[in-house]
């Protein structure tokens, strides 16, 4: 078990902090994991068709769909689950559907659905228990917030594509 895992299961017992050192370690610090994501991008167009109108996909952020396979996480082991590659994280938002959310998916069916609050995307929090938990993603443990109809990707929190933004777990 790794010593980040031993130490969040001891803070949630209330007994220490479970800092990593970088906010003072066992004190203040609450930053369980943090990667870097360098943005990958995808626009894919739907043609509509049998009264449903044309319409655009858009992702940002590391993902891999029937579509593209887009971006990178370093370094792409969860602390949080004892080093579990880190498969996806991405926004995705359609033009037309208002259909967008946040994605986390990490190696392992049936990772716990606990161990930290919150994970960040550059300035934008997002709370673990506001997400829909999947144990069981095609092998995989999903975690999917839902955002309000976002049309235009305004609500996206990734950078530009090609840059990176900080994701941080606490």
Known sequence: MALSHVMNVISNAGIVGAGTGSGGGGGGGSNLDSQTVTVGTHTQSFAGGSGLPASTGHWRGKFTNSYAT????????SNLYSG????????T?????GVS???LRIDGGSLANSGWTTLTVGTTAFQRTAATYNGSSSGDTQWTWTTSGDLTGAQNPFAASGQTTTCVFT
């Open 84 to 91: 579990a590659s880190i498969v996806e994280l991405y926004y």
């Open 93 to 97: 938002w359609n033009t037309v559907y």
């Open 70 to 77: 887009a971006g990178s996480i370093s370094d792409g082991t």
């Open 101 to 103: 959310y946040l994605a």
